[in-house]
């Protein structure tokens, strides 16, 4: 199950995840800071509401994270589109998994140099070429360890293809963070057993800005299943309904449910995605 909490109202968000009771909460958009405090709250209200996650995983994200140098070209240092993802402060807008099951760390490719990625597509005279970081969040592999069986979740949450100019560097570096999982899926170090995809992409197959044959690769990818195709995931006042979070399980799970929860009202933007699968 994946949540957006970016402008959601506390008591909002707390009401749509209780309904839901997922097994398994991947956690968009929540600041990070090194003592857990944050995630700690939210598990701890979540708990007082009778949902408990015993179970939680939170690493230090990108954004926020100094270069210095000045990615903008605004003349300054320190700015928040100076930083390897967009943030005021290190941890802004991070990511975090709640999971009534034991979580296990397996891979963390967060450091990833964009240049180094296949078919990348930063220009060769991008003012951080040599030091920029391909994920804008974190591109984390965390295993969900039930019982008798295990998933292996692939985290994305890539940047926005939008607020930069004609040079399209936010839609070309979004283009590579929705492709990123992709060349692992193909390569040696690929996951052996069960796994799913998830995270905020924020790329729809066909509407908005970005370079749409992105998604289509990942959700057309053989070892991927997308159990809700056309599903609206978020509407925007300028856009209408988009489909930019997904949920895509291994194609040889079964999958037995899958929806998407409407934001509560004044709530913000996104919806609740979710997916039920059955692990052999």
Known sequence: MLRDLSREPPEAALATIVDAAPDVLVLTNLDYDASGVTLGALADALGERGLDFPHRYAARPNT?????????????????????????????????????????????????????????????????????????????????????????????????????????????????????????????DAPQGPMALIGNLNLDPANGDGLHDAIRTVLDHPRLQDPQPGAATVTWDNTGPMRVSYVLPDAALRVAGQGVTPPAEDAGPHGLIWVDVVLP
Do not use: C
């Open 64 to 188: 926020g994270m100094p270069t210095g140098l000045d990615l903008d070209g605004d003349g300054y240092l320190g700015g928040p589109r100076d930083a390897q993802g967009y943030g005021w402060f290190s941890g802004q807008g991070g990511q975090a998994i709640l999971s009534r099951h034991p979580l296990r760390p397996v891979a963390d490719h967060s450091d990833v140099l964009w240049k180094d990625v296949p078919d990348r597509a930063i220009a060769a005279d991008d003012p951080g070429h040599d030091v920029q970081r391909l994920a804008s969040t974190a591109f984390w592999a965390v295993a969900v360890d039930a019982p008798g069986a295990s998933l292996t979740l692939l985290t994305v949450g890539a940047t926005p293809p939008v607020f930069d100019g004609p040079e399209d560097r936010n839609g070309r570096r979004n283009r590579d963070e929705v492709l990123f999982w992709t060349h692992v899926l193909d390569g040696a």
